[in-house]
């Protein structure tokens, strides 16, 4: 399959890349890694980015701005996305083919061409690979730029090499993008740094998550509390992953109200929910998931199909 992707690559003028809603530095490192990769190997090609920026992640790159016309005979591809619903800019269906590369559970298998290993611990990770497969074949070389953003890829979505999705090749990978030449300092700046708001409001889920005796958490961020600390949903998505160092947690949800529904972020130590959040209009990674609710009732309903999941691990 990387081989049918190199060779597509190469026989297309146009290339837009897309990633999904609400990006992550994985979204950015796999899809902005992958424009800089195929620019440096094919500089005659128009190669974009699009998607609906995150000032958060200005540090790492910023999206292309284009027409319609753009999409008439292009190559779409698109990265680090599970389903359709959640790519960013529908347009990605006016090109003349798409190629679907993911680490996702392949529950929407959208596209032409479809790249998915859901042992990758990232999609960035995907992408090296990807140009070690362009090397062999076809003389590929990976610049610096694109180095970077795939390093903060897979740092990103292994939460610095903490996560299980982890693996010995993921390391092997890390390793060899180090040679290359870019600030891991500004990265790790980039990802970790928060302002003192954020920090209050972490300060503030500390104080106030609740746990049972199964190791079943959550946490409520109402629209009022993130008024309170002056802080939008997206901000407060970067909290998700704080709860993980409380001992004796099993799995966690952080439920983050925005006008018009309710974000259910999911992260677990062992117990798979991925499958719940299937069953809230959301899906993702076994240990790493996202859903929807739309009301506090709901809300509730989350909470305790999670508590029958922690109970049930036990």
């Known amino acids: 399959m990387k081989r049918q992707i190199i060779d597509t690559i190469a026989s297309y003028e146009t290339i837009i890349i897309h990633r999904h809603v609400r990006p992550d530095p994985d979204a950015y490192g796999s899809q902005q890694g992958l424009k800089e990769l195929i620019l440096a190997n094919y500089p005659e090609k128009k190669v974009f980015a699009v998607g609906e920026h995150d000032e958060s992640l200005s540090f790492l790159a910023n999206p292309d701005d284009i027409t319609d016309e753009k999409y008439d005979n292009a190559l ?9 619903e959640r790519v960013d800019d529908q347009r990605y269906i006016k090109g003349k083919m798409i190629i679907k590369i993911d680490h996702h559970p392949n529950d ?32 590929w070389i990976l610049p610096d730029a694109s180095a970077r953003l795939l390093f903060a890829g897979i740092v990103g979505d292994t939460g610095r090499f903490q996560f299980p999705s982890t693996t010995a ?11 290359y030449d ?23 889920i500390y ?79 076994p ?22 999941i922690c109970k049930s691990y036990q």
């Open 76 to 84: 779409v591809i698109v990265t680090d996305t599970a389903n359709t």
């Open 108 to 139: 929407d298998s959208y596209g032409d061409l479809l790249w998915v290993d859901t042992n990758a611990s990232s999609c960035s990770e995907m992408i090296y690979e990807l140009f070690e497969e362009g090397k062999q074949v076809a003389d």
């Open 169 to 179: 090749k993921t390391f092997k990978i890390a390793g060899e993008l180090i040679a």
């Open 182 to 204: 870019f600030d891991r300092n500004q990265i790790f700046d980039g990802m970790y740094e928060m302002e003192q708001k954020l920090l209050n409001l972490q300060g503030y």
């Open 207 to 285: 104080q106030n998550f609740k746990m049972d005796e199964y190791g079943a958490a959550h946490i409520k961020l109402t629209k009022e509390l993130l008024a309170e600390f002056n802080v939008v949903p997206s901000e407060a998505s970067l909290l998700v992953g704080c709860l993980g160092s409380v001992k004796g947690i099993c799995a966690w949800v952080v439920f983050i109200e925005e006008v018009d529904q309710i974000r259910v972020r999911l992260r677990s130590k062992g117990p798979i929910i991925n499958t719940l959040a299937k069953e809230f209009n959301g899906g993702g990674h």
């Open 287 to 308: 240990l790493a998931s996202g859903a929807t609710a739309y009301s506090w009732e709901e809300a509730e309903r989350v909470i305790t199909r999670l508590q029958e």
